[in-house]
């Protein structure tokens, strides 16, 4: 998992720009609505559980499914990444791999020695039903990395688009941000309270704010962004066991 700096390119004129922006944006926006009411809709009509920690194989395998479609369709950006930049994409494939092979290392090690350290979960029954993030297992993890790879993908085809087309990282920024906090919105239908949906677009905002310079500007920014990603959910859980069930109710649902 290899990253890059430069932002580079000639930037197109005002009216193919536009017209180019809009049909990427409206691509992207498609691919998340559409596979977040897939899951949402149409996985509970086939009879399968959205629970991630019940159904891991079978919400993964539909994940994998939009991370691949994503890859064929936006391949054309992918392959430009960085292409006429001081670090092309995937340059040092070594040092990719080790990057790569490093990263779920560490997280095989958090869940195998980790996520067992943690105090147990509990949650009042006036509290309603445990989100499946507190009652994590190794298992809910599976489904959940392919789910962040998708989404990356997503803003990634974004980001290098925006960057192709010459545009300022601040406008990147706002773009990615607008998009990856916007399509979070969806998680109105998961069952979480408001307060919950709220704090995930705040977390995902903020996160697309910074995504452009992680991506663009360092040498190593995918790897940074995927692992400040799949941490956040670890983090989340970690809080969530440790503080307790009242505290964790305000964050995790």
């Known amino acids: 998992m290899s990253t890059a700096s430069a932002h580079v390119t000639t930037a197109l004129p005002a009216g193919p720009w536009k017209r180019r922006q809009v049909r990427v944006l409206g691509w992207l926006a498609g691919f998340w609505l559409i596979s977040d009411l897939g899951y949402y809709f149409g996985l509970p009509s086939l009879g399968v559980g959205m629970d991630y920690n019940l159904n891991p194989m079978p919400v993964a395998t539909f994940y994998l499914f939009w991370s691949g479609l994503a890859a064929i369709v936006f391949w054309p950006l992918y392959s430009r990444w960085n292409a006429d930049g001081p670090f092309p994409t995937l340059r040092n494939r070594v040092l990719a791999a080790l990057i790569w092979t490093a990263t779920f290392a560490l997280i095989l090690v958090f869940l195998h020695w980790g996520l067992p350290a943690l105090p147990e979960a509990t949650w009042p029954a006036d509290l309603g039903e445990p989100p499946d993030l507190l009652i994590a297992t190794p298992a809910y993890f599976f489904p959940k990395t392919v789910e962040i790879v998708f989404q990356q993908l997503l803003v990634l085809a974004l980001i290098v688009s925006l960057s192709l087309d010459g545009l300022p990282l601040r406008t990147i920024s706002i773009f990615a941000a607008l998009l990856f906090g916007g399509m979070h919105i969806l998680l109105a239908f998961s069952g979480i309270p ?35 990603h799949w941490t956040f959910y670890a983090a989340v859980l970690a809080q969530a066991r440790i503080f307790g069930p009242h505290i964790a109710s305000s964050v995790v649902g």
Do not use: E, S
């Open 194 to 228: 408001p307060r919950a949906v709220i704090m995930f677009i705040v977390a995902a905002t903020a996160f697309g704010l910074i995504l452009p310079r992680l991506i663009l500007k360092t040498r190593f920014g995918l790897a940074a962004a995927f692992v400040l």
